[in-house]
């Protein structure tokens, strides 16, 4: 079985990965009822024996190994050392080997110059030896998640620098990025200028890119809020319950629930969906070389929009369960999206159906001739359609759908983006911030904006041809 690797930059990011470990040591816990050292679990985790001063790692073999101390295959950067050291104070510190932690004290300032130019530069040799000591205790390293904010310093800045350094010296190993976008009322006003700074590193390095707006998690989170508050006028019993383990990142992180904690929830059960099919066994499992193969036409163009269904285990909601037919239905509307887009009015390259739990091929195959009609595929790609089935559901859930699109609609989101940076740039705000810092030009501002203009233009001439009649080509003619 292929192992990955996790590496999880600045606060969100963190916040994020710890979020997801928790949520998959649950789900290994309630698929695995014999505590033994599985290939299912070596995907994500070392078993070590911690007897050692330089511990001991303990082979899958025939998977008859008892658990001894498990490791998460993880490295943690950040450049304030508050949340990476509140996950060692909670109940999860003991998964991460503390040689896989990077930590400063002073913080980026929200300045991706800092992040990208000065503490990559820095810190270097350092995170490229953690992740060489996690890539030396794989047996056959399939990817590379790289889980960072868009609008912080080192989350856009440090995160993008050790994407470049994968590339350099992994170049064979998929990388996959989750980034998170500010929104429009993003609190840090220089958030356009680190985004589109950092969206032109993850053009040019990353191969798979799926980008999640904060404006959609809190509407998600809303939205189930809701839906919980009008079944619980009708029944007591439900609503969402305060204080869950799976509402809250209370089981990774000691102290009060944060703000943004629920909405961590939604991107690590995201991640889970993703990588399901590499931690578990399946009917049809899915690799995740085969995602970028099958819904990446154009190198450029790796952004997939990502959605969730059913969204309510996500809040631990006592709801009654969707219909199986739903759920898939969900998946296409604007609602369930993770970013502020509606996929049904824009144009498809490709898009996969990632399924786990009680579900046979034949119910997704009828899904999808039932949804065909709806959707514009690209006139050369209309089958393109890419299934995968998971036998392993989500922990106290029958089944759920993960749909990741490579669609136009998610041009807009880079629009936005584009016209928030426009403002300030045109009257050069805080370009000094940056450009006070050691080797950043401000070229580069302008290398990056032309990065993204041209990126939107690419989806524009793809969605230009939506509606268009193609004629096939013609047959050859035999000669007679």
């Not at 024996?49 to 008892?66: F, H, M, N, T």
């Not at 002073?106 to 800092?114: D, I, K, P, R, T």
């Amino acid at each position: 079985m292929t192992q990955s690797i996790v590496v999880q930059v600045g606060q969100c990011g963190n916040q994020i990965g710890c979020r997801f470990w928790d949520l998959a040591l649950r789900e290994h816990a309630s698929a695995n009822k014999s505590g033994t050292f599985d290939e299912p679990l070596s995907s994500f985790f070392r078993n070590v024996d911690s007897r050692y001063s330089e511990p001991l790692d303990i082979p899958v073999g025939r998977g008859r190994e008892k658990i001894c101390s498990l490791k998460a295959r993880a490295v943690l950067v950040d450049m304030e050392e508050g949340v990476v050291s509140e996950i060692l104070k909670g109940p999860l510190g003991d998964v991460f080997d503390h040689r896989q932690l990077i930590t400063d004290v002073s913080g980026s300032g929200n300045n991706w110059a800092v992040g990208h130019m000065m503490y990559g530069s820095l810190y270097r040799e350092q995170i490229s030896e953690a992740i060489r000591r996690s890539a030396e205790m794989c047996d056959c390293l399939q990817c590379f998640f790289t889980l960072h904010s868009m609008g912080g310093g080192t989350g856009s800045g440090v995160g993008t620098f050790i994407l470049n350094l994968l590339e350099e010296e992994y170049p064979e190993v998929y990388r996959f990025t989750t980034a998170v976008y500010p929104s429009a009322e993003d609190d840090v006003i220089t958030s356009p200028y680190n985004s589109v700074l950092a969206m032109h590193q993850l053009t040019e390095h990353a191969d798979c890119v799926l980008p999640i707006e904060n404006q959609s998690l809190v509407d998600i989170y809303n939205m189930v809020n809701q839906a919980a508050c009008k079944t619980s006028k009708i029944s007591s019993t439900s609503k969402v319950r305060g204080g869950s383990t799976v509402t809250s990142d209370m089981g990774g992180i000691k102290g009060q629930e944060k703000p943004f904690d629920k909405m961590n929830n939604i991107v690590a059960n995201l991640l889970l969906n993703l990588t399901s099919s590499s931690r578990f066994e399946g009917v049809l499992n899915v690799d995740l070389n085969e995602i970028t193969m099958n819904l990446v036409p154009f190198p450029r163009l790796h952004y997939l929009v990502s959605s969730l269904s059913p969204l309510y285990h996500l809040a631990d909601v006592s709801l009654p369960l969707r219909k199986l037919d739903q759920m898939f239905s969900d998946a296409f509307t604007k609602e369930y999206q993770l970013i502020s887009a509606d996929p049904r009015h824009s144009l498809y390259l490709a898009c996969a159906l990632m399924v786990r739990g009680n579900v046979a091929v034949s119910d997704i195959r009828r899904n999808i001739d039932r949804l065909k009609p709806s959707l514009q595929f690209i006139h050369w790609n209309q089958e393109g359609w890419k299934t995968g089935l998971c036998s392993v559901p989500p922990v106290g859930q029958p089944y759920s759908l993960l749909a990741l699109a490579n669609n136009s609609c998610v041009r807009h989101t880079f629009s936005n983006l584009r016209d928030r940076f426009y403002k300030l740039y045109k009257r050069k705000a805080h370009l000094h911030h940056y450009t006070n810092v050691d080797g950043m030009e401000t070229d580069q501002f302008s290398q990056a904006l032309e990065s993204l203009t041209g990126l939107v233009k690419e989806y524009e001439q793809l969605e230009s041809t939506m509606g268009r009649v193609h004629e096939g080509a013609p047959r050859l003619q035999v000669a007679s």
